[in-house]
């Protein structure tokens, strides 16, 4: 009896130390903290950001940062979080860093494995946020206690701010530059959100893009009135039929091309690992965006049209509402994305006149468009080195992306906004938003590292003015 179990108890530690002994203390520490945040459920309607915001306090509090530079803002249900690492000033302005803390809704019996549990499994870190994006939120936080513990004091200060509701209605970020512009004031915003690198299906790194600009998104409902009546009289005019003609003047509308220094330069990096008549016409822009041939080589791409314009697309369709009546109002949904520097009000204009007066134009809740941030050479300079140093000799490429982060707002209030993920990913690994989302093992700890070298590098010595 003793023997059988006194062998047992001994494989128990020894397990978790050959486990131990390949992490060192602060991957452990990141590791644990990563794993508490899975676990809360922060979807929206389940409350969990604010007691996510305890948990994170609380380390916070632990590693020595004072109460007055840790900042909760409750917002409805959900909540945002600032806290701020005070540097010598002789860097200048303060450098936010952003990340946020909710997720997109998971139902577990469509996974797996359970999404709000940390798994670790085949050299991946399974769970609802893993890359989508609590290794960010997690990142972020465990170098912040792990640069204290070292001593460090940056020359300016760093700010950490956690947003509740990126993945809805990014309301909290709003609040946050709106209402509390003393709080997350900066020089420029490194979001863990965006940007980041590309691996080959063989686990190569490919290329590390540098996010500095996003498209606006915002949908119009376009509607269509009649008098309606028995439709055994038809009459000439109808809401179907004029609706449905509007749909085609937006369908054969080309919104003006354009660019910026990172349309040029993506497209130029693009181009030379790009093959056929599409990589000869990203080469062709990148040397003369006038070029109107290679331009609408790179508009009949799917994949490319969103980079030279704003598009608009019909989504929605409703009208009528009996088979036997003339139809008194129809309408219709288009989405638009609309180029970083367009005001969505011009947009909308441009949507209204070629539909013609007889159409209502509506926006459908509220939008913002955003300038292309400048693409500084000091933020450049150090995401290189970083990297770097995780990912030796990889291509940097600036890049505009077609969705919309937090990282908006920031721009929109005038603070130049990078999306520099030291995340990288295969593309077949990518599931953010969707089933069993995961991230490699060595991604996570080679992120965590890489924003050790970004923080001591925009924050260190050198940086001082
Ligand atoms: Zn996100």
Redesign the pocket.
Known sequence: MFKPLFAALLTLPVAIAAQAATLDSNQAQARDIFSHLIAFKTEIGQGQVPVMVKYLADQFRAAGFPESDIHIIPHGETAAMVVRYRGNGTGGKPIALMA?MDVVTAKPEDWQRDPFKLTEENGYFFGRGTE??KSGVTVLAANFIRLKKEGFVPTRDLIIVYTGD??TTQDTMQDLVEHHRDLVDADFALNT?AGGGELSEAGKPLVYGLQTAEKAYASFELTTRNPGGHSSLPRPDNAIYELADALKKVQGYSFPVMWNDTTLASFKALGATTQGKVGEAMRAFAQDPHNTAAAEVLAAEPSEVGKTRTTCVATLLRGGHADNALPQSATATINCRIFPGVAVSTVQKTVQDLVGPKVEVNLVGKAISSDASPLRPDVLAAVTKAVHTIRPGVAITPEQESGA?DGLYYRAAGIPTYGVSGLFMKNSDAFAHGLNERIPVKSFYNDLAYWHVLLTTVAGPSSAK
């Open positions: 946020h989508d994006i990126e993945e959100d982060t």
